[in-house]
């Protein structure tokens, strides 16, 4: 296992803490996802871990691919890359508590989604903003979301790109723990350790149980997922859609 700036790896007892530090809003690339998922995988074969919490160093948990640039970023350019790594989250074996203090917004709820729990707070924002950009939604979401939130409440946060508060994340399902903003860290580690205390080879059997044949599920729609994304990511309507969200303005879409 490594750990630098950008991916920091702690231990307390049997809990590896992952923090996810790049600043400002730790957006994600395809190298981000496959140093993630190698991670993971490291801490699988390490049996002194037994569960795991998954943290931002910034104000951000996550906000997803960073479309503000030049070509619109690696995603758009390419998005199997990214998500050939994406897909690689869901196969770890040990559970992950993520600690939600602020946005989690596109790929970024897909990250916060690839966790077991999720703790967070008031002033954490939810958003599932791709048709609001102009394009499919990714990162397996077509399957976790309404797994988590039922198929109706889906499709309204899908279709609306709306932000929701960690209060109503918690109510709809979306997170299981609401607690103030300073106490989200140290709530996630808890449930972390909490979790550890259980015999290691039950819990994670049980949750290859629980979880049987999920992973395989994800990766199958997000081929669906990419298919539509990739040519969605060349009509006007995607760049309509970044350059409405860069000048904080209402998109104006074409159908093209």
Do not use: W
């Not at 990214?82 to 559970?95: C, I, Q, S």
């Amino acid at each position: 296992m490594s750990s630098d700036a950008e991916i920091q790896l702690t231990r307390e007892g049997h809990v590896a803490r992952i923090v996810l530090c790049r600043p400002p809003h730790n957006y994600v690339d395809a190298e981000a996802m496959r140093r993630l998922a190698d991670t993971l995988l490291a801490l699988d074969d390490d049996h002194d871990c037994r569960a795991i919490v998954l943290a931002s160093g910034v104000g951000t948990f996550c906000a997803g691919a960073d479309f503000s640039g030049a070509g619109q970023g690696d995603v758009a350019n390419d998005p199997a890359g990214f998500y050939v790594h994406a897909m690689k989250l869901y196969r770890n074996r040990k559970p992950i508590v993520a600690a939600v203090e602020g946005a989690a917004v596109g790929a970024g709820l897909g990250l916060a989604l690839v966790a077991d729990f999720r703790v967070t707070c008031a002033e954490a924002r939810f958003s599932a903003n791709f048709n609001r950009l102009g394009f499919h939604p990714g990162f397996g979401l077509s399957v976790t979301l309404p797994r988590l939130v039922g198929e109706q409440q889906a499709a309204l946060l899908f279709y609306t790109g709306r932000r929701i508060s960690g209060t109503e994340a918690v109510e709809i399902g979306l997170a299981d723990a609401l607690v103030p903003k300073e106490e989200v860290g140290a709530r996630a580690m808890a449930l972390a350790q909490e979790i550890a205390a259980s015999a290691p080879l039950a819990v994670e059997t049980t949750r290859a149980t629980l979880r049987d044949g999920l992973a395989e599920r994800i990766a199958e729609v997000n081929q669906r997922e990419l298919a539509m994304q990739r040519g969605q990511f060349r009509s006007e309507d995607f760049r309509e859609g970044v350059a409405a969200m860069a000048a904080r303005r209402t998109p104006v879409f074409k159908r093209r």
